[in-house]
């Protein structure tokens, strides 16, 4: 999994911060997280092929996390994209881009698919042999949801040095590769275990962002491999959170410590401090192994 | 009158080059007009203060012109706006803001007063002691309207030697340069040419975009100060101007050839061009004063 950070400030767009959106590639996939105003620009500093972005997960509708979906449905149409595109996001929508298609006579020329949402429990979005993706509902100023991205088991790797000393023949390879045993080239039943290695166990991330301190979502996060958690404040404005439904960076690293999850990634970030360090001051001594996100960055989990 | 440039480039934003934006600042109005997706960051590199914004004239209701009004009107609520906003716009415009507001739950704490516009003739937008701004009919896909910010004939100048030798109180001094004349110390009418000088002669700017070539618009913007013009394409694609409704550069030329304009803009360039002094080379044989947009470029009027 690599995680591409486009934008991880909080409510506009400025010179040097772009609001939220995040790449996420996963067996093969290139998921996109949130669409701030911008993100088309951010996509184009990435080099991203605009192509292989085929599903689009919008959080909510505040402005900072989708203001940049319609400027970045249009610009596939103006570049003659031709793969279905699928929106998941809140009821509502749906309403929002197509008004504007609309009254622009710019209906795209491929198939834009909303998946419109509205439930307050965990809804799977999206599955295929190798990935699954789950919302996790949270406790924003309006309906939001984060997003729980699965890697389903793999295959188990082949120990070719084992399977070649065991006499099996290279057509078994595949059906080694499935679990199953095989018989060898003198006829013996060889047990799978003997000539495989288990397969790398799958990972796992979490995005959650807006939400207020919300401990209902450790059971559902709980052990996933990376954890992006807003910290929108700190604890000096931690009265600000109850009015706006925002984290502090302590409450993230309170979530992330209570659902034991690998990595801890802080963003949403307040413009309001200038020394962005400060959420690391706070978050590390409740949770170790935390980073900020940041512009751009690229986080292998 | 004062120009900034804040994009000029068709269809989509790009890492360098923003859609089409621009700020005219007239006898103290600080006019917006267009705000295609990026503008508020645009505004912020440009230090402009963003209360001194009140009026926002929006040419099309395609992407590269709006899409940046969303973000533009949520930001000045999140920084505490308290100044009425007018904005001036196809008709759907309003509902295109509005919905996002509601989903979002994001009103503004501002007055946001909308002038839908419908008419295929010239109308009177705005006008108060100093500036006059009309809609100006233009052909494109969409219903679409250029703008002319038009001042007002100003207040006579006074030549200060020649009222102190008149003997002229200076309790008169306003009266004068309202055109009257006035009574000296000594009880003689002083005729009030003798004293003043005449106004600068005002000013005007046309702002022509999108269009198909479109001579219809000559007699109203007959004499402007300043025309900026689009011209999306060079002649070696002059038979896309018909399908997308464009104008090229020698076209653009003609139009401010034809209405003997001060001086021709060219901006709403296509992103096919490496190198844009070709809409130059082609535009000046025909119209001499053109100059090229870029963005962040100020052009004294």
């Known amino acids: 999994m690599t995680l591409t950070i486009l934008g991880c400030h909080a409510a506009t767009p400025r010179t040097f911060h772009n609001p939220t959106a995040q790449l996420l590639e996963v067996r093969g996939h290139l998921f ?39 400027g970045l449905i249009s610009t596939f149409t103006l570049l003659g ?22 009254l622009g006579k710019a209906w795209t020329n491929y198939n834009l698919i909303f998946h419109e949402l509205d439930s307050k429990s965990p809804q799977l979005l999206f599955e295929d042999e190798k990935v699954e993706v789950h919302t996790i509902p949270l406790d924003h100023r309006v309906y939001t949801n984060g ?9 188990r790797k082949l120990n070719i040095e084992a399977a070649v000393a065991a006499k099996i023949d290279n ?14 080239l003198k006829g013996k039943l060889i ?29 559902q996060i709980q052990g996933v491999t990376a954890l992006y958690h807003e910290a929108t404040f700190l604890e000096e404005h931690k009265h600000l959170c109850e009015k706006t439904k925002h984290t502090t960076a302590q409450e993230a690293a309170t979530i992330a410590r209570d659902a034991k999850v690998g990595q801890l ?31 751009f960055k690229v986080f292998e989990i």
């Open 81 to 102: 994209r031709e793969a279905d595109l699928h929106v998941y996001g809140p009821k509502g929508i749906k309403e929002i881009i197509t008004i504007q298609l609309k």
């Open 265 to 295: 990634i802080l963003g949403h970030f307040s413009t309001r401090y200038d020394r962005l360090d400060r959420y690391l001051d706070e978050a590390q001594p409740i949770f170790e192994n935390t980073q900020l996100a940041e512009d």
């Open 171 to 184: 057509s078994y390879f595949r059906k080694l590769k499935s679990g199953a045993d095989v018989v060898n």
């Open 32 to 70: 996109l997280i949130d669409c701030g105003e911008g993100t088309q620009v951010a996509l184009r500093k990435s080099k991203v092929k605009f192509a292989r972005v085929k599903h689009i997960f919008i959080s909510h509708l505040h402005g900072d996390h989708f203001f940049g979906l319609i």
């Open 147 to 155: 997003f729980l991205f699965k890697e389903k088991l793999g295959e």
């Open 191 to 219: 047990s799978n275990e003997s000539v495989t290695f288990p397969p790398d166990p799958p990972k796992s991330y979490a995005f959650c962002s807006d939400t207020a301190y919300c401990p209902e979502i450790i059971p």
